[in-house]
C-alpha cells in the first residue's frame, strides 16, 4: 500500500506513453486516430464530472481505521484472510487498508487493497485512475491482456498474465466514486478474481 501512489502516477503514465509509441510506430492509421480522438473526447466531456468529484472528496474526513476493517471480508473466493493491515498510508494523510487471503497449500493467493479518496491527498490519487477508466482501452499479448470494463456496474480495469501453468491477475476499480479498489490474484484467472469483486458488500462503503 505504501507504493499505491506511485503505482497510480506511473499507471497515467505508461498509458500515455503507449499512445505515444503507437503513433510513431503507424503514422495515419485510421482506425487507430478515430480509437484516439474517442479516447480523448469522452475524457474531455468526464473531466467536469470528475473536477466535481475531486472538489466533493477534498470536503470529505477519510474513514478511521476502524471503520476501515469492516470492508475486508473475513473470506474471497473460498480462501480464508491470513493478514490485515490498516493504516499504513496514514504518513501521507490517505486512509488505507489491506487483506491477503490463501488456500491451504499457497497455490492460489489473493490481496485486497482499499484506498479511501476522501481529503486532499486521496481524491488527487483517485482522480488519476478516474481519468485512465474513462479510456476504453485493451490490449493483447501472447501471455495475456489488459482492458477496461464495467464490473457490477462500475467502470474498471482488468488484466491476466500467463507464465507457464500459473495465471495471475488483478483488477482495479472506483467504488461509490470514492474508494480504490484493487484486487491481484496469484493462480486466479481473470474470470475467477471478478467473482470475488462480487463477493465485495459494497454497500458499506458510504
Avoid at 495475456?144 to 507457464?164: Q, R, V
Amino acid at each position: 500500500m505504501k507504493t499505491l501512489i506511485f503505482t497510480m502516477s506511473a499507471l497515467l503514465l505508461i498509458s500515455c506513453s503507449k499512445t505515444e509509441k503507437t503513433t510513431e510506430e503507424q503514422p495515419g492509421g485510421i482506425a487507430e486516430g478515430l480509437s484516439n480522438v474517442q479516447n480523448l473526447n469522452k475524457l474531455s466531456n468526464s473531466m467536469d464530472g470528475i473536477t466535481k468529484n475531486i472538489e466533493a472528496l477534498k470536503k470529505l474526513t477519510p474513514l478511521s481505521n476502524d471503520e476501515l476493517k469492516p470492508l475486508l471480508p473475513e473470506q474471497l473466493l473460498g480462501l480464508k484472510r491470513t493478514e490485515l493491515s490498516v493504516g499504513d498510508n496514514a504518513m501521507m494523510n490517505m486512509s488505507s487498508a489491506e487483506s491477503s487471503y490463501n488456500n491451504e497449500d499457497s497455490s492460489k493467493k489473493l490481496n485486497l487493497q482499499i484506498m479511501d479518496g476522501a481529503g486532499e491527498t486521496g481524491s488527487a490519487v483517485v482522480s488519476m485512475l478516474m481519468m485512465s477508466l474513462n479510456m476504453d482501452r485493451e490490449k493483447i499479448t501472447e501471455n495475456g491482456f489488459e482492458k477496461s470494463k464495467e464490473i457490477k456496474g462500475m467502470k474498471a480495469m482488468i488484466s491476466e498474465n500467463k507464465n507457464g501453468e500459473i495465471t495471475n491477475s488483478e483488477i482495479q476499480m472506483i467504488a461509490n466514486n470514492r474508494y480504490l479498489v484493487t484486487l491481484k490474484g496469484d493462480g486466479i484467472p481473470a474470470e475467477e478474481l471478478e467473482k470475488a469483486v462480487g463477493e465485495l458488500n459494497f454497500s458499506n462503503f458510504k
